[in-house]
């Protein structure tokens, strides 16, 4: 996907392109993500996520976006060789290193597809899971149709994803703090979906159950947390946009970071779990 999206960065390279590059896209913004995923935090995240879904063995499980596949392997372990896991993923980098790690588990298949048009047919899945995926969805409402079509009556899914603006970061220079958190929200589509993602998924067709918090937080700074590959993610993704310069990032990267030598960093921002199920017989279980 490289198509110019009308918005010009300050260097001239087309956001979308900056997008792909700066995060989830490419092979070393994919491999960053992998190890940023597997911070405790986000670890302790996804065990919600699967403790929530009550998976069985046999059952036929969606992930959608699954990235570098660690919820894809774990759910595959549960549901086992009798129940399958199917993934769509529109990132080639994310898709390989998700059937890397999912290779001892034939009966999981990860695909390079798109949300907003899901290759399966309607009605099959029991269950299905996204995290940290429509957010970055310019169509959310059709990939939310979609998620809904693919479910069968009864099926249930679980949805998680940041506001962007609940981000809590103890730092020296507050309207810098502003301006690069600015610039940040340019890295997705919808920055603040939670917030509105309710009547999105009852549009879709979905019954509303159960919206938790959960809150990625470390107060203390930790090169493998997080917060610290957030804080890389936004350092190289915000330079040239809002007049911010390679140095100013550096500048605030490193503000950051002496935070922490002192003690005194503090980071939190809040995810949020959406438990949905399709309306209709037979029940889910
Ligand atoms: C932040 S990662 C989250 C990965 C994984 N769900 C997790 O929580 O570990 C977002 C993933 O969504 C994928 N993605 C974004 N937009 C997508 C779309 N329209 N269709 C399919 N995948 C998409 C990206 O390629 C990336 O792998």
């Not at 405790?40 to 036929?60: D, F, I, K, T, W």
């Not at 899914?157 to 502003?178: C, G, H, K, L, Q």
């Not at 600015?182 to 019954?207: C, M, V």
Request: with cysteine; hydrophobic share 40%.
């Amino acid at each position: 996907m490289a198509e110019t999206s009308g918005l010009e960065a300050a260097d001239g390279i087309d956001p979308i392109e900056k997008i792909e590059n700066g995060l989830d896209f490419n092979e070393a913004t994919a491999r960053a993500l992998e190890r940023m995923y597997q911070a405790p935090e986000v670890q302790l995240q996804r065990a919600v996520v699967l403790h929530s879904m009550s998976l069985r063995a046999g059952e036929v499980v969606l992930d959608v976006g699954p990235g570098p596949g660690f919820l894809a392997h774990d759910m595959a372990a549960i549901v086992g060789p009798s129940g399958v896991v199917s993934g769509i993923d529109q990132s080639e980098p994310m898709v390989a290193l998700a059937r890397g790690r999912c290779a001892d588990q034939d009966w999981v298949d990860i695909q390079v597809g798109e949300a907003t048009d899901l290759p399966y047919q309607s009605g099959i899945f029991d269950a299905a899971v996204s995290t940290q995926v429509y957010e970055y969805v310019e169509d959310v409402e059709i990939a939310l149709a979609e998620l809904c079509r693919v479910l069968r009556p009864g099926g249930r899914a679980f949805i998680v994803d940041t506001d962007w603006s609940s981000i809590v970061w103890a730092n020296r220079d507050p309207e810098r703090m502003r301006r690069m958190l600015e610039a940040w929200d340019q890295h997705l589509a919808y920055p603040h979906l939670p917030a509105s993602l309710t009547p999105k998924l009852k549009q879709a067709g979905f019954q509303v159950v159960r919206r938790d918090v959960h809150p990625m937080f470390n107060p203390e700074y930790n090169p493998d947390s997080y917060s610290a590959g957030i804080l890389e993610g936004v350092r190289s993704f915000v330079v040239g946009r809002n007049g911010i310069s390679e140095a100013e990032a550096d500048a605030w990267a490193a503000d950051l970071r002496e935070l922490g030598e002192a003690g005194e960093y503090f980071f939190s921002v809040n995810r949020y779990l959406f438990q949905v199920i399709k309306p209709g017989l037979p029940s889910e279980g």
